[in-house]
């Protein structure tokens, strides 16, 4: 087993890495971190579960530590779901006193010699790690943030075909902005048109996930994303509404969606079909298919001419703390750890 930490493990999206670490068979959970606020409490007092899954009695034994290099340098992984400001410097410091990081936050993900991973999309940029452990005994590994994640998803099945222009809606969870993030009053009976920072992420994510990588860099991929984001009354999971210049029918990519397979199969996060077509005229919803696939399915429908169609998915487990651990298990199993 390797020993696992996780960094804001009281948060959103940290509380999602210990519903998915409580029980793996391959990482052990040893060490939680969060603010001075929570640090040297048991988790079980910590934290405010808010997860409609049970709490797991194991992790709240744990003493929460305050969040520092000290507390996470015994760990083999970490799993960082820190605010993106205190995530800059703190996982560079972690990664260099030899620790594997996983990420979900947005400071590294553009760095050149960081792999921005999902790993069923793009597990050959995986191959990065060996050009930043030229300069560090640790790793950063990052994850898209979380609509990036279901649109470069759905969009790997249609690589296949030649496609220039992307414009794309999204309708995102309220859980996508933290448990502080959106005031009941801000969001009941409403629709907010503006997640800070978000437009531009969907941009170049997407360009980084679908790029190539050769000769120890990526390059990016030559089309262009229009992105429209907006918060919407939603517990969990991010709805887009996707327009693609691609040079096929909609049979052609509804058969794409179809038949896709990951490039690799028997992970314990992986989901039996990481991109599920649904035919019916009236899917995806995020209340009736967020949590296909343990909640690692990216969920597809409504194709028709344009080519527009709508792709769904849990954003803090597929969109997170999900993906982030299928993103260790692929390392784990390509021997990176
Ligand atoms: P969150 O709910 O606000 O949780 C923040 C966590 O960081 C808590 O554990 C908090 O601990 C800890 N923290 C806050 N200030 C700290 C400090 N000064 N020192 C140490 N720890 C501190 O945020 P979140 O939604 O989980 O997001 C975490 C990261 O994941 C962000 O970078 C976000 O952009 C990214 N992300 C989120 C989603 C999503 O769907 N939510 C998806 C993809 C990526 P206390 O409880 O002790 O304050």
């Avoid at 409580?22 to 959970?29: K, R």
């Avoid at 009053?185 to 920072?197: A, K």
């Avoid at 009354?233 to 996707?242: C, F, R, S």
């Amino acid at each position: 087993m390797l020993k696992a930490g996780i960094l804001g493990a009281t948060g959103a999206v940290g509380q999602r890495f210990v519903q998915l670490l409580a029980n793996h068979p391959w990482f052990e959970l040893t060490t939680l971190t969060a603010s001075e606020r929570s640090a040297g409490k048991r988790y079980a007092d910590a934290v405010n579960w808010r997860l409609d899954s049970p709490f797991p009695d194991k992790a709240g034994e744990l003493i929460v530590s305050p969040t520092n290099v000290d507390a996470v340098k015994d760990c083999d992984i970490v799993f960082s779901a820190l605010p993106a400001e205190l995530a800059g410097t703190l996982e560079t410091a972690i990664a260099d006193a030899g620790v594997g990081v996983f990420s979900n936050a947005s400071s590294h993900r553009m760095d050149p010699d960081v792999p921005l991973m999902i790993a069923e999309v793009n597990p050959e940029h995986a191959a990065l790690i060996d050009v930043q452990r030229k300069k560090r005994d640790g790793f950063i590994v990052t994850n898209p943030n979380c609509s990036t994640i279901m649109l470069a998803t759905a969009l790997a099945p249609l690589r296949k075909f030649s496609f220039t222009g992307i414009q794309v809606a999204t309708m995102q969870a309220i859980s996508g902005a933290g448990f502080e993030g959106v005031l009941a009053f801000g969001i009941y009976d409403n629709v907010i048109p503006y997640i800070g920072g978000e437009e531009e992420k969907m941009a170049r994510e997407a360009n980084k996930i679908l790029g190539t990588f050769e000769n120890g860099q990526i390059t990016g991929a030559p089309f262009t994303v229009s992105a429209s984001c907006n918060r919407v009354p939603v517990i969990d999971g991010h709805t887009l509404n996707v327009w693609i210049d691609i040079k096929a029918t909609p049979e052609e990519v509804i058969e794409a969606f179809k038949t896709w397979e990951a490039p690799f199969t028997g992970l314990p996060t992986q989901p039996d079909k990481s991109v599920l077509y649904l035919p019916e005229e009236n899917r995806p919803q995020p209340r009736l298919d967020r949590n296909r696939g343990g909640a690692m399915t990216v969920s597809v429908g409504r194709v028709r001419e344009g080519i527009r169609f709508v792709a769904m998915g849990h954003n803090t487990i597929r969109g997170a703390a999900g993906a982030s651990v299928l993103n260790a298990e692929l390392f784990h199993s390509k021997k990176y750890i």
